[in-house]
């Protein structure tokens, strides 16, 4: 599993465009820093969180703060109420216009204070800080009718004012008098808007943030910034508002506003009356909540880059001394090596770290490798060496069996020229005497001469045979395809040429076809045929045939005898079969020896050298000889080739 | 007839007086010229040396060659002859013990009418003088004179 990982490593990092050691290097520096980038991105990540954690606190006690802030502003303003329904003033219908004034001073004095007025019980309004022309009934307004109902202090729901035009939220208390009856209620209309301003200036909520003020039905009462384009509207569908008005306590959402502006929203319900429920809730940009954990992120990543680039540096200088230079005069000496240069060697200290330990084992083995090449030279030398003197020697010996062949052919044809001369001249001067001294001779004396003549002409056939003995023994061998049942059949017909008058019943196996020198198997068979030709020659039904046995028979052989060799299963043997006067088997081992014969030349004439070289013929095509017969019964010679 | 000569290259003087025997045995009776040696025989075809002042004209009918001859041997006499214009055409007949082939095949590439070996039969030795007398001196045409 994990050898797999290295190999697809090695693979992939092989395939990259700097697949050197040193890319290797700066890929396993990127790969054991690779911890620390997702280290400093989890720090961040934790960073984020707190951050939001942060925000979310803050934003909440912030809420808290404003909330009830409000609830404090709303008690003053109760107070204040209930001070001003003690008021003459307010008390009088008679010094109404005296109220008015007083009122619009004292809205003038507060910022948030959209109006203040007086209603009567009938709900005319009677009194009121904003100018108002003729006659203005109010007794519709939930905050008047239930001051008067309840006779305490009453908060009315958002509405746009009749009087002033603008959103408002109503707070009245009612006029009681000494019977505890109402007879008016004095009321202030809040201006919202002015109020959510004043709550972000006294906190410091940051740039982007929104403030917004709504009831539990979604009308939106006050936001900042925009208060124009939002004040009235009723969203009740929008999502942040359905989730604060799900939530109905306090909470925090991060979702998109109704500007669709994403923010981290706190909200908390900060004024609740019977009928109705009235939520701030205030929005902080996330990206203000996350701008210290971004600005921490690039700097850690800067630094890390820093770390990187300079820890990549050091190793892409330091690798070229540490790394690179001894691995290339490696590689060079290997490269070098290679090519057949085994005299190269690394130069390097054979330290013990791994490049040392390498240097050393290169060099040993080019050490190794050079005596090993130096040996093979040697040997190789010694080779030539030994084969030149072969050479020189079998040149030596092919001319001195040259000069042997030669000497031998010299002699042959001195033989073959020189002794028959003398022969020659016995012959014909004895037969010169029997012609010309034929009356001084008596029939002893030309008897005696005619033997000298029958003798002198044998020693001539002898000399003959032997020549061609010799001849046959150093012919050179030519193999090619014979036909050896054409060739029996050719030697047979010149035969019977020789002895028109001889009655032999020859047969001749057809298609006995084999590989050898022709002239020297005519030679062969001219002996065998001619030798069964001559021993039939007193048959009165002569028989000579000629055919070929497919398993040798090991018969009477004169290779067996002396133990050499053993027939051949499968063997192919030719045969020449006569009927003619046969021999004693006990003799049959002289058979093929020069100048042994078995019958006496007053028999049948010969020289006792024709077996011996139908012998020598066959063992030169690499076969054997061997016969069959008994006296009387015929003879079978065999021979293989 | 009996103008043609016979030039007979022998230096056995057995073989000799036996071939001379075999001539007038078988009636011929033409004039037999016997040189010893090749070198002679040379000088006598080319008349020169010993036979310089011989009448080149009268060239022998036929040549009979030993082959193993003292000095020049009958081969060498033999490629004379032919390389030389005035003995291009003389009829040789080599009449030897030798049946080498080797000795068979130059004779003929050389140019020999015929080759003859004497056989050691001296019955069979006549029959072949006879037949070589027969045709050379009798039936044979000799090629043109220049």
């Not at chain 1, 396993?28 to 939001?52: D, K, M, N, T």
């Not at chain 1, 050091?314 to 005069?329: E, F, K, Q, Y």
């Not at chain 2, 016979?6 to 056995?12: S, Y």
Request: aromatic letters at 8%.
């Amino acid at each position: 599993m994990r050898k797999g990982f290295d190999d697809q490593l090695s693979r992939w990092t092989a395939r990259l465009p700097f697949s050197s050691l040193r890319a290797r290097l700066l890929l396993l520096l990127f790969l054991a820093l690779l911890p620390a980038y997702g280290f400093i991105l989890y720090s961040v990540f934790e960073a984020r969180q707190q951050a939001a954690e942060h925000a979310r606190e803050n934003a909440l006690w912030l809420t808290r703060l404003m909330a009830s802030e409000q609830k404090s502003l709303i008690e003053v303003i109760r107070q204040q109420l209930q001070s001003l329904a003690q008021l003459s003033i307010v008390r009088r219908p008679e010094q109404a216009a005296l109220c008015s004034r007083t009122f619009a001073s004292l809205r003038a004095q507060n910022a948030f204070y959209a109006n203040l007025g007086v209603i009567d019980a009938d709900g005319t309004l009677r009194c009121s800080a904003l100018p108002f022309a003729g006659r203005v009934n109010l007794s519709d307004r939930d905050f008047f009718r239930e001051a008067m109902r309840t006779r305490a202090f009453a908060v009315g729901g958002y509405q746009i004012s009749r009087v002033t035009g603008k959103g408002s939220a109503n707070l009245a208390y009612p006029v009681l008098d000494a019977a505890n009856t109402p007879q008016a209620a004095v009321f202030v209309a809040l201006d919202l808007s002015a109020l959510a301003d004043r709550l972000i200036e006294t906190t410091s909520l940051p740039e982007g943030s929104t403030l917004t003020i709504l009831d539990n039905h979604g009308t939106i009462l006050a936001h900042q910034p925009d208060t124009e384009q939002w004040v009235g509207k009723s969203l009740p569908d929008a999502p942040l508002i359905q989730t604060i008005l799900s939530h109905g306590k306090e909470g925090i959402a991060e979702e998109a506003g109704i500007d669709g502006v994403e923010r981290l929203y706190v909200f908390k319900p900060f004024y609740s009356t019977a009928a109705k429920q009235i939520y701030i809730s205030a929005g902080i940009p996330t990206a203000a909540v996350f701008a210290d954990a971004q600005r921490l992120l690039a700097r850690a990543l800067l630094l890390m880059a820093l770390v990187t680039a300079a820890v990549a540096a050091v190793i892409w200088v330091g690798s070229n001394d540490l790394l690179l230079r001894p691995a290339a005069t490696l590689m060079r000496a290997a490269r070098r090596l290679g090519q057949g240069d085994l005299g190269v060697r690394t130069d390097l200290p054979h330290t013990s770290d791994e490049f040392g330990q390498i240097a050393s084992s290169f060099d040993d083995m080019a050490n190794t490798l050079q005596t090993r090449e130096a040996e093979a030279a040697r040997a190789e030398e010694e080779i030539h060496r030994l084969n030149a003197d072969l050479e020189r020697k079998v040149i030596e010996r092919t001319a001195e069996l040259a000069a042997a062949n030669q000497e031998l052919e010299a002699f042959s044809y001195s033989v073959s020229h020189d002794l028959r001369a003398p022969l020659r001249a016995i012959d014909g001067f004895s037969q010169a005497v029997i012609e010309d001294y034929a009356d001084k001779l008596g029939d002893q004396g030309r008897d005696y001469l005619n033997r000298v003549r029958a003798a002198t002409q044998h020693m001539g056939h002898l000399i003959d045979d032997l020549i061609k003995l010799a001849r046959v023994a150093r012919a050179e061998m030519k193999r090619e395809t014979v036909d050896l049942s054409a060739l029996a059949g050719s030697v047979l017909a010149d035969l019977q040429t020789s002895e028109p008058a001889r009655k032999v019943d020859w047969r001749i196996e057809p298609g006995l076809v084999t590989s050898g020198d022709a002239n020297l198997l005519r030679v062969a068979l001219d002996n065998l045929l001619g030798n069964a030709w001559k021993f039939t020659g007193r048959q009165a039904h002569a028989r000579i045939e000629f055919g070929a046995l497919h398993q040798a028979s090991p018969g009477m052989d004169e290779v067996d005898r002396v133990g050499n060799r053993q027939p051949k299963t499968g063997e192919q043997a030719f045969f020449v079969r006569d009927n003619g006067v046969g021999f004693d088997m006990t003799y049959a081992g002289k058979l093929f020896s020069a100048f042994q014969r078995l019958h006496n030349v007053g028999e049948f004439p010969g020289t006792g050298i024709g077996l011996a070289t139908v012998r020598r013929i066959i063992h030169r095509h690499g076969g054997r000889v061997w016969a069959e017969g008994a006296a009387g019964k015929g003879a079978t010679f065999y021979f293989s080739l | 007839m009996s103008d043609k000569t016979i030039l007979l290259v022998e230096d056995n003087p057995d073989d000799e007086a036996l071939t001379l025997r075999a001539l007038k045995k078988n009636n011929i009776l033409n004039r037999v010229m016997v040189v010893r040696d090749g070198a002679e025989a040379l000088d006598y075809l080319f008349c020169q040396g010993a036979y310089a002042g011989r009448d080149s004209s009268l060239q022998p009918a036929v040549t009979l060659l030993d082959l193993k001859l003292p000095k020049v041997d009958g081969l060498e006499v033999l490629k004379r002859l032919r390389a030389d214009a005035r003995t291009r055409l003389l009829p040789v007949v080599i009449l030897t013990s030798s049946k080498e082939e080797q000795d068979l095949a130059s004779g003929y590439s050389l140019g020999a009418n015929s080759y003859i070996r004497k056989p050691v039969d001296f019955t069979q030795f006549m029959e072949a003088i006879r037949q070589v007398g027969l045709y050379w001196l009798m039936m044979n045409e000799p090629p043109p004179k220049k």
